[in-house]
């Protein structure tokens, strides 16, 4: 858990475009877990485990379709493409996880391709995502839901949460290139977000499936999201090391990829409608 209680931050919108959510259907859970997952056989059950140790005190009482007896999400695991045991292990899982679901890509094509497979194929009004990988950790959710349902009793459900690695478990040459790649990110952009690589983020689906959709769009989430009117709220979360496994990218690569992807973000917002008011005629 993190160090402190701190209170989540607020950034404000570029603007704000009113825009109906679509009601969630009749039996659909609450929320549903995105978790995109690259050779991950080792840390599967586990995590599968914690989001269910974490979410079934919280979620109750929202019956979903899918979902077991009273529950109120949905866990969707995408393999994307996976070449070790991650698919028997998930298929194993089902049959004793009535809140379990799986997505499979049938070749590799990244994380944003993977977390947009699990966002269509989702049922929950809201979606967390997290990493398959153990690093985020599920007992931060509830922490996350808390905010967005604060700021939906406010009258503001168009809000993304984010995450913050307060204090990360990684290596110190990842920690650096991090940190250098959110403050160029953060001067550019202007979304003021600490840590928007932080894969633990809730928000609904609808914002997300509003969101223009192009390879490696994941590193630029509530970027994208106040692009679409959202506000964004960040929260201090915890950050474990990883138990097994490896990485899947080293740092090299993501500097090289990122550098036309913050252009066209750049582009994509400067593009975007400003001031337009929808509303449907009476």
């Given at each position: 858990?993190?160090?402190?209680?701190?209170?989540?931050?607020?950034?404000?919108?570029?603007?704000?475009?009113?825009?109906?959510?679509?009601?969630?259907?009749?039996?659909?859970?609450?929320?549903?877990?995105?978790?995109?997952?690259?050779?991950?056989?080792?840390?599967?059950a586990?995590?599968?485990?914690?989001?269910?140790?974490?979410?079934?005190?919280?979620?109750?009482?929202?019956?979903?379709?899918?979902?077991?007896?009273?529950?109120?999400?949905?866990?969707?695991?995408?393999?994307?493409?996976?070449t070790?045991?991650?698919?028997?292990?998930?298929?194993?899982?089902?049959?004793?996880?009535?809140?379990?679901?799986?997505?499979?890509?049938?070749?590799?094509?990244?994380?944003?391709?993977?977390?947009?497979?699990?966002?269509?194929?989702?049922?929950?009004?809201?979606?967390?995502?997290?990493?398959?990988?153990?690093?985020?950790?599920?007992?931060?959710i509830?922490?996350?839901?808390?905010?967005?349902?604060?700021?939906?009793?406010?009258?503001?459900?168009?809000?993304?949460?984010?995450?913050?690695?307060?204090?990360?478990?990684?290596?110190?040459?990842?920690?650096r290139?991090?940190?250098?790649?959110?403050?160029?990110?953060?001067?550019?952009?202007?979304?003021?977000?600490?840590?928007?690589?932080?894969?633990?983020?809730?928000?609904?689906?609808?914002?997300?499936?509003?969101m223009?959709?192009?390879?490696?769009?994941?590193?630029?989430?509530?970027?994208?999201?106040?692009?679409?009117?959202?506000?964004?709220?960040?929260?201090?979360v915890?950050?474990?090391?990883?138990p097994?496994?490896?990485?899947?990218?080293?740092?090299?690569?993501r500097?090289?990829?990122?550098?036309?992807?913050?252009?066209?973000?750049?582009?994509?917002?400067?593009?975007?409608?400003?001031?337009?008011?929808?509303?449907?005629?009476?």
């Amino acid at each position: 858990m993190p160090d402190s209680p701190a209170q989540p931050v607020a950034t404000a919108p570029a603007e704000t475009v009113p825009t109906a959510t679509p009601p969630t259907p009749a039996g659909a859970p609450l929320l549903s877990v995105v978790v995109p997952v690259l050779n991950e056989q080792d840390n599967v059950a586990p995590l599968v485990a914690e989001i269910r140790a974490a979410l079934a005190p919280v979620c109750a009482g929202h019956g979903g379709a899918g979902s077991g007896p009273g529950s109120g999400y949905e866990i969707v695991y995408v393999d994307d493409g996976s070449t070790d045991r991650t698919a028997e292990v998930l298929a194993s899982l089902r049959a004793s996880v009535p809140e379990l679901r799986v997505v499979r890509h049938s070749r590799r094509a990244g994380q944003s391709a993977a977390l947009r497979s699990g966002v269509r194929a989702a049922r929950g009004r809201l979606i967390a995502t997290l990493d398959g990988d153990r690093q985020n950790d599920p007992a931060d959710i509830p922490k996350l839901l808390e905010v967005w349902q604060r700021a939906d009793a406010a009258g503001r459900s168009r809000v993304m949460v984010t995450g913050h690695r307060v204090n990360r478990r990684d290596s110190p040459a990842k920690r650096r290139a991090s940190g250098i790649a959110n403050a160029i990110r953060r001067a550019l952009l202007g979304d003021d977000n600490p840590d928007t690589g932080c894969s633990l983020k809730l928000y609904e689906r609808a914002l997300y499936l509003a969101m223009p959709y192009f390879d490696h769009m994941h590193r630029y989430l509530p970027a994208l999201a106040q692009r679409e009117g959202a506000s964004v709220e960040v929260v201090p979360v915890n950050h474990r090391p990883r138990p097994s496994g490896q990485s899947k990218y080293n740092n090299l690569g993501r500097a090289l990829v990122g550098i036309p992807d913050l252009v066209g973000v750049i582009w994509l917002i400067r593009r975007a409608p400003r001031g337009l008011d929808v509303h449907e005629v009476e």
